[in-house]
């Protein structure tokens, strides 16, 4: 699916809380369901959405579980609406809902209640469990928990407008289409021709296509339980591509005195196999869709970072989703080597930044460092050209002084996670290409040397607190002093050989004052990074850039802050993170607000936030690593171990892992020992 967005300038969700204008008799967002108001760059309200995700399939409830047709609600399959309303009505009534959850990534399951006019007091007779899934597939089970036989009188109303994706947000779905009586169930056409079929087994006694209602007559005796099984696609099955059994995202474990990390980790891979999608020209390439339900269309620097994070579970992904950037690259001589990428609102003090830019950095540290963790070599050989292009685009990007910067509307402006990225794929970039005897590889050090003295003289601003790095620098040179969580990505410098830490943008001294900022009161917010610091002018809980917690810049300071030794930090992020992660179910969404942390309290959602996000879920397997601090050199035959020393989650044992394509797993014991369990024969093993 790919969805425009209603603001085309940016590639995310609006960064301020959407609002809602209820229609008369619509379900509110508080009580029973998503709603939407329809305005020029508001997108509808999703926190208390069920979504059930399988892409290229979804499917969006309300709580109460009847489809209505208002908001997002409804069953997509690759971007259109193909079921809109879904409303259950036993003995003439709707049930009364008492539970809504999801059972799984894929899967929503609504547990209902009808009483019957026999029934002696308040307790109902007649229990309703439907279980939707993203496939397009529903199961409603009927139980008579009653000492008689019923009969039971069962009717489902249905339609649908075959909307787009983006029509629905936009709040101009269309009418809903008129239906004729298909096989064992109803069938739509719209005017360009797609098709939407709902079947039920068994077959209804009667299909009213005039109505789209489907009625059946079900005979229970006491204890029996009957079933309706429905069936919604668009000409045939779906098959979902984190389903098809692929080794892309196969099984780990993570088992620690505290509990919540293992379930935060299956969760994690739970929507990490449902946000899958297959290259549409090259249906072996797998790669991740940044989220849902606004962005599974193709999101280049999203997927990189997500396989990135990945890369412990096996580079199978991260080499599929090289393959599918790669091919978006002009190979045409002359031609520029960035890869192609959107607008992304960068808050309010920075106009919007390229994340074609972010892909293309991304994409030699990406392929350098999936090489160390055990990449094959012919993999890396038909990928290396790739990364030479994105080499070659910085190479001519940057400017005389070793910065890279950006277009603005008053001129370049030169980000400091810009730079961060940029010195990354240098450093990187230089170790890809010696290591695979490429040419080129000697100008690299001296261009990362070049960065380093450039952004250690234009980018600091001293003050009696210890100074702080400058967001960016404006056209006319001048620093931009706003503190914000993006500074993280300062310390995530790469993994090198050696199962080594690069060397960074910053020095040591600097380094530990970054580390303090991050994980003081003014960023930290107790449920993780605040993308903007609380003081800042401009600051806005809700803005995904201007202060809400954005869980993969809070990953990034985590391992950024572990990699560096600054464990009591590092710890502090981690444990809001997971704090966050439980309130959410463990199913964390892209960003939440970055109110203060009090007692008693719980974070805040954001109302427009994707949810499951690729590099959110992703996330948990990136801190996961930090802590057991596994780092391989595969090309070496090497595995170091650097776990956190401090041990914040107690004792843990992170299993399922892949180190040179064979299974890795490591524990580290209450007092930060680490030891590995299982890896290839002929690893070196150390510290």
């Given at each position: 699916m790919d969805l425009t967005l209603p603001t085309p300038t940016t590639d995310h969700a609006a960064s301020a809380p959407a609002r809602s204008a209820r229609r008369p008799g619509q379900p509110s967002a508080s009580g029973r369901g998503p709603v939407h108001g329809g305005r020029p760059g508001e997108l509808p309200p999703v926190h208390h959405a069920l979504v059930a995700v399988a892409l290229p399939g979804l499917a969006v409830s309300a709580e109460h579980g009847q489809l209505t047709g208002h908001g997002l609600e409804g069953v997509y399959q690759s971007g259109r609406r193909l079921l809109s309303r879904c409303r259950l009505r036993v003995l003439d009534r709707e049930p009364l809902t008492v539970q809504g959850r999801l059972a799984s990534a894929g899967s929503a399951r609504f547990v209902a209640v009808v009483r019957t006019a026999a029934d002696p007091g308040p307790d109902p007779g007649i229990v309703v469990e439907r279980s939707r899934d993203a496939d397009g597939t529903e199961r409603i089970t009927l139980r008579n928990t009653t000492a008689r036989p019923l009969h039971l009188p069962v009717e489902l109303a249905l339609g649908t407008d075959l909307a787009p994706l983006?029509?629905?947000?936009?709040?101009?779905?269309?009418?809903?289409?008129?239906?004729?009586?298909?096989?064992?169930?109803?069938?739509?056409?719209?005017?360009?021709?797609?098709?939407?079929?709902?079947?039920?087994?068994?077959?209804?006694?009667?299909?009213?296509?005039?109505?789209?209602?489907?009625?059946?007559?079900?005979?229970?005796?006491?204890?029996?339980?009957?079933?309706?099984?429905?069936?919604?696609?668009?000409?045939?099955?779906?098959?979902?591509?984190?389903?098809?059994?692929?080794?892309?995202?196969?099984?780990?474990?993570?088992e620690a005195d505290d509990p919540r990390a293992g379930k935060l980790l299956e969760a994690a891979l739970d929507d990490l196999r449902g946000l899958l999608v297959r290259d549409p020209g090259h249906p072996s390439d797998l790669h991740l869709a940044a989220g849902v339900p606004w962005r599974t269309g193709r999101a280049p620097a999203e997927a990189l970072w997500a396989a990135r994070m990945l890369l412990p579970l096996g580079t199978r992904l991260a080499a599929d989703t090289l393959r599918v950037v790669a091919r978006t690259l002009d190979t045409a001589p002359g031609a520029s080597g960035r890869v192609p990428g959107p607008l992304r609102d960068a808050g309010p003090h920075l106009p919007p930044a390229c994340t074609g830019v972010e892909a293309t950095l991304a994409f030699p540290a990406v392929l350098a460092e999936a090489r160390l963790w055990g990449l094959p070599e012919q993999d890396v050989t038909a990928l290396l050209p790739a990364a030479e292009r994105c080499l070659a685009w910085l190479r001519t990007a940057l400017d005389g002084d070793g910065l890279l910067p950006e277009p603005g509307p008053a001129g370049p402006v030169r980000r400091a996670e810009t730079q961060a990225h940029a010195h990354r794929a240098a450093v990187l970039g230089a170790e890809l290409l010696e290591g695979c005897g490429r040419p080129g590889a000697d100008e690299w050090p001296d261009r990362a040397r070049a960065m380093r003295r450039r952004f250690r003289d234009d980018f600091w601003l001293d003050d009696r607190s210890g100074g702080r790095p400058a967001a960016a620098l404006t056209p006319d040179g001048r620093p931009l002093s706003h503190l914000g969580g993006a500074m993280a990505h300062l310390l995530d410098t790469g993994l090198v050989a050696g199962g080594r830490h690069a060397e960074g943008l910053l020095n040591r001294v600097r380094t530990e004052q970054v580390a303090r900022l991050l994980g003081g009161p003014a960023l930290d917010s107790g449920w993780g990074l605040r993308s903007l610091g609380a003081r800042e002018p401009g600051h806005n809980p809700f803005g995904h850039r201007a202060g809400a917690v954005r869980v993969h810049e809070t990953a990034v300071a985590v391992s950024g802050l572990a990699a560096a030794g600054y464990e009591k930090e590092a710890s502090g992020l981690l444990r809001g993170l997971l704090d966050a992660a439980e309130a959410f179910a463990y199913r964390l969404p892209e960003m939440y607000a970055g109110e203060q942390r009090t007692e008693g309290d719980a974070p805040v959602p954001h109302p427009a936030a994707c949810r499951p996000a690729a590099v959110a879920a992703a996330a948990a397997v990136h801190v996961l690593t930090a802590l057991t601090g596994v780092r391989p050199d595969v090309p070496d035959r090497a595995v170091a171990l650097h776990p956190v020393r401090s041990a914040p989650l107690g004792a843990i044992r992170f299993s399922g892992l892949s180190v040179a394509g064979e299974p890795f797993a490591v524990r580290v014991s209450k007092l930060g020992l680490g030891m590995v369990e299982e890896a290839a024969a002929g690893l070196q093993l150390g510290a």
């Open positions: 983006g029509a629905v947000v936009s709040g101009r779905p269309g009418p809903e289409l008129p239906a004729t009586v298909h096989g064992s169930g109803l069938r739509w056409t719209a005017p360009d021709g797609a098709q939407a079929h709902v079947t039920a087994d068994p077959p209804p006694h009667d299909a009213l296509a005039s109505a789209g209602l489907l009625r059946w007559e079900l005979d229970l005796a006491p204890g029996e339980d009957r079933g309706i099984h429905l069936s919604v696609h668009a000409g045939r099955p779906l098959r979902p591509a984190g389903r098809a059994g692929l080794p892309h995202l196969p099984g780990a474990r993570a």
